[in-house]
């Protein structure tokens, strides 16, 4: 049990430290839907650590997978689903002009009264899907 909330601080403060890293050395925010959507269609030169960005993300998954597979788990649903899902929340994301990592981890931390709001409808439109999807 002591490793499991070891490893989820030690995960926490690596992505904090990334996010603060990318907000000193860049000015920006490290809200992966802005990040992955301002590579379609590519800025010119803010292109290079966006795809170091997302590279860096996709390499410590597939390092995750190849080392710990057992903390990576399989997907309970089928790859097409997971696809469509990942779109839908994609779209989500961008039409309300940001998602969990940029609200969540950036915006709160700054004290955004945008992200403060958006983090707590994020927090109980889960709650109550969960408790919806639990109850079925």
Same mark, same amino acid.
């Given at each position: 049990?002591?490793?499991?909330?070891?490893?989820?601080?030690?995960?926490?403060?690596?992505?904090?430290?990334?996010?603060?890293?990318?907000?000193?050395?860049?000015?920006?925010?490290?809200?992966?839907?802005?990040?992955?959507?301002?590579?379609?269609?590519?800025?010119?030169?803010?292109?290079?650590?966006?795809?170091?960005?997302?590279?860096?993300?996709? #390499?410590?998954?597939?390092?995750?997978?190849?080392?710990?597979?057992?903390?990576?788990?399989?997907?309970?649903?089928?790859?097409?689903?997971?696809?469509?899902?990942?779109? #839908?929340?994609?779209?989500?994301?961008?039409?309300?002009?940001?998602?969990?990592?940029?609200?969540?981890?950036?915006?709160?931390?700054?004290?955004?009264?945008?992200?403060?709001?958006?983090?707590?409808?994020?927090?109980?439109?889960?709650?109550?899907?969960?408790?919806?999807?639990?109850?079925?």
């Amino acid at each position: 049990m002591a490793s499991s909330w070891i490893s989820a601080l030690g995960g926490g403060a690596l992505i904090g430290a990334a996010a603060v890293l990318l907000l000193l050395t860049h000015g920006r925010i490290a809200g992966i839907s802005g990040v992955i959507g301002s590579l379609l269609p590519p800025v010119p030169s803010d292109r290079g650590w966006r795809v170091a960005f997302v590279g860096g993300l996709a #390499l410590a998954g597939a390092l995750a997978g190849a080392f710990a597979p057992a903390a990576v788990g399989a997907s309970v649903r089928s790859s097409t689903a997971v696809v469509i899902a990942g779109l #839908l929340v994609g779209f989500g994301t961008r039409h309300g002009s940001g998602c969990t990592s940029g609200h969540g981890v950036c915006g709160v931390s700054r004290l955004s009264v945008r992200s403060l709001v958006a983090v707590a409808t994020f927090m109980t439109t889960g709650a109550a899907t969960a408790m919806i999807a639990g109850a079925s």
